[in-house]
């Protein structure tokens, strides 16, 4: 699913552009101060994108060009609570966005995994707001690359804040132990948060992203670094579904690991999105906080795992308390916590 897509489409898409920059090159300049070719090829060096000959190259540009076409509609269509701009996935179309970057996700079965606890958070109440980030018990943003491990990037996230939560120590576990040890999930193919929460729990353990780095074209397990525990935890637990009161009271101690519906997120550059999204869960991600902006529209505050060069420096604050009982996004859903 990850190769590019090409189809008949591409020749037509490749005149189309052509006939664009031919033609409208000279409305675009006088309406946004450069060319789309400009545009692309300062984008090109931002990025270090390569391109294998001309052809391909010039695909590429025919992409750039209708998504900063539809940037550029969304920004003045109106206003709006969120902003939207050319990052990193510029030059992919939708489907392949979708295709390469909401894979990561596995279907949810009726069998157990060891180390499920109740929820520990009931008839509580936490604070009006939280930002785990400014308490210094989040890692910084990583980058899981064209591999479906997102899973595996929101359960790291959760057990390298509830380690510095209860422990006090910060360190930066290892995604890489999960993709290629874990035999709950499948690698890049996919997996669920709660299923690698099982996994450590049964193997005693995690090791550090510095012992066992990120290589996700290595899929064979190195059972020594698998051994090198640095962090354990004694369980995991899922938060009552459909509930974003029971959520917002599992952040407030703690982040947690939340499955979503991201095929909306390509373009996403800051401010509180709110949609059109459906709940077809097809992402991870990990809630680091809530809270409210000066408008009093609340908001959850997620930790993604598509860099820094996306969103909000690698965030997405995500429209809270919605109508629909499965949150925006369906992000109330499935949602789970490790403990220690």
């Given at each position: ?122 008839n509580m109440t936490g604070p009006s707001s939280i930002d785990w980030r400014n308490k210094g018990v989040v890692t910084p943003v990583k980058d899981q690359a064209s591999c479906g491990s997102c899973w595996a990037f929101s359960a790291v996230a959760s057990m390298e804040s509830i380690h510095k939560i209860a422990k006090g120590s910060l360190i ?148 809270k308390d919605i109508a629909q009982k499965e949150g925006l996004c369906g992000l109330a859903i499935r949602a789970s916590y490790p403990i220690i």
């Amino acid at each position: 699913c990850k190769n590019l897509i090409r189809t008949s489409m591409d020749c037509a898409l490749k005149i189309g552009a052509l006939l664009f920059l031919v033609y409208g090159w000279w409305g675009w300049r006088t309406t946004f101060g450069s060319t789309p070719v400009d545009m692309f090829e300062q984008w090109i060096a931002q990025h270090g994108r390569a391109y294998e000959d001309e052809a391909e190259k010039l695909y590429r540009l025919g992409v750039f060009t209708r998504n900063l076409e539809s940037v550029n509609a969304f920004l003045q269509a109106g206003e709006r609570s969120y902003t939207v701009g050319l990052n990193r996935f510029a030059d992919l179309t939708k489907e392949e966005f979708l295709a390469t970057y909401t894979t990561g996700l596995m279907r949810p079965s009726d069998a157990s995994y060891p180390g499920l606890k109740p929820f520990r958070y009931v008839n509580m109440t936490g604070p009006s707001s939280i930002d785990w980030r400014n308490k210094g018990v989040v890692t910084p943003v990583k980058d899981q690359a064209s591999c479906g491990s997102c899973w595996a990037f929101s359960a790291v996230a959760s057990m390298e804040s509830i380690h510095k939560i209860a422990k006090g120590s910060l360190i930066s576990l290892s995604e890489q132990q999960l993709l290629a040890c874990d035999d709950n999930d499948d690698g890049c193919g996919g997996g669920l948060h709660y299923r690698a929460f099982s996994y450590v729990v049964s193997n005693g353990g995690i090791t550090t992203e510095a012992n066992y780095p990120y290589h996700p074209d290595e899929s064979t397990c190195n059972s020594t670094k698998q051994s090198d525990h640095a962090v354990s935890i004694t369980g995991y637990a899922m938060v009552p579904t459909n509930d974003e009161k029971s959520l917002m009271t599992a952040v407030a101690n703690q982040p947690v690991s939340v499955s979503i519906d991201a095929s909306e997120f390509q373009f996403y550059a800051g401010g509180i999105f709110d949609g059109p999204c459906e709940a077809n869960l097809n992402h991870e991600v990990t809630l680091v906080g809530y809270g409210t902006d000066a408008n009093g529209t609340a908001y959850w505050i997620a930790k993604n795992s598509w860099g820094t060069s996306w969103g909000d420096d690698g965030y997405i604050l995500l429209k809270k308390d919605i109508a629909q009982k499965e949150g925006l996004c369906g992000l109330a859903i499935r949602a789970s916590y490790p403990i220690i």
